[in-house]
């Protein structure tokens, strides 16, 4: 089993739809979660962190299931320029104790008008 | 403004060639870290280092070293590159209290 899980897509969803992404994670160590948004032929970018009470920004709602280990992603009013692929990651710990990020694999979305 | 840079957006290599990519940040971060990415496997960890001089091996760690002389610095070594890896090779740089990572623009290598 792969540490950490995406649906790859790709989500083809209509302009002001609502669409939601879910990412399983095996560690349940695991302490720090995010979501990073990759446009086309660049770097990731953070798009938000996971909180245990979940949290949200503007359209942009992640929420944290520890019981069944998994993180989501809810993009709400979707927008053109919200298509791009969406990755989420996780800390693990190393052998030696220090963090290292795991990322999914990412999720595309592409919105159209 | 955070900022991590890396030596080259594009190299073009030849396979036996020995391959150094650099990568620099200028937050102070204890963490960094080396991926590559290549279509339907996503971001994968290669190598990260949690100090100076301090190393440990991510989940594809086999035909790259690293090296980090400087807190600033992190190098990753194809000792002999192979067309297998053909790549986009990103680096990152976090704090260990926060986690969140910094990527540099990337590098997207090719080994003929």
């Known amino acids: 089993r792969k540490e950490v899980e995406q649906d790859p897509g790709p989500f083809n969803v209509p302009e002001g739809a609502t669409v939601a992404f879910n990412c399983t994670y095996s560690?349940?160590?695991?302490?720090?979660f995010f979501w990073y948004r990759q446009d086309c032929r660049k770097e990731p970018k953070l798009l938000m962190s996971?909180?245990?009470s979940g949290n949200e920004d503007g359209r942009f709602t992640a929420q944290l299931n520890r019981a069944s280990q998994y993180i989501s992603l809810l993009i709400r009013d979707s927008k053109l320029s919200d298509s791009a692929t969406y990755l989420c990651?996780?800390?693990?710990?190393?052998?030696?104790?220090?963090?290292?990020?795991?990322f999914g694999s990412g999720t595309r979305l592409s919105i159209r008008p | 403004d955070v900022k991590v840079t890396q030596s080259s957006r594009y190299l073009v290599k030849r396979t036996g060639e020995k391959v150094f990519l650099e990568c620099v940040q200028d937050?102070?971060?204890?963490?960094m870290f080396w991926y590559r990415q290549d279509p339907g496997l996503g971001l994968r960890l290669i190598y990260f280092?949690?100090?100076?001089?301090?190393?440990e091996k991510g989940d594809i760690p086999e035909g790259y070293s690293v090296s980090r002389e400087k807190k600033e610095r992190f190098s990753l070594i194809l000792e002999s590159a192979s067309t297998n890896q053909t790549s986009m090779y990103l680096c990152?740089?976090?704090?260990?209290?926060?986690?969140?990572?910094?990527f540099g623009p990337g590098t997207r290598l090719t080994v003929l």
């Open positions: 990152a740089s976090s704090s260990p209290a926060v986690d969140t990572q910094y």
């Open positions: 560690n349940s160590a695991s302490q720090s």
């Open positions: 996971v909180y245990s």
């Open positions: 990651a996780v800390n693990m710990r190393g052998y030696s104790s220090a963090s290292k990020i795991i």
């Open positions: 937050m102070d971060h204890e963490n």
């Open positions: 280092s949690y100090d100076v001089k301090m190393k």
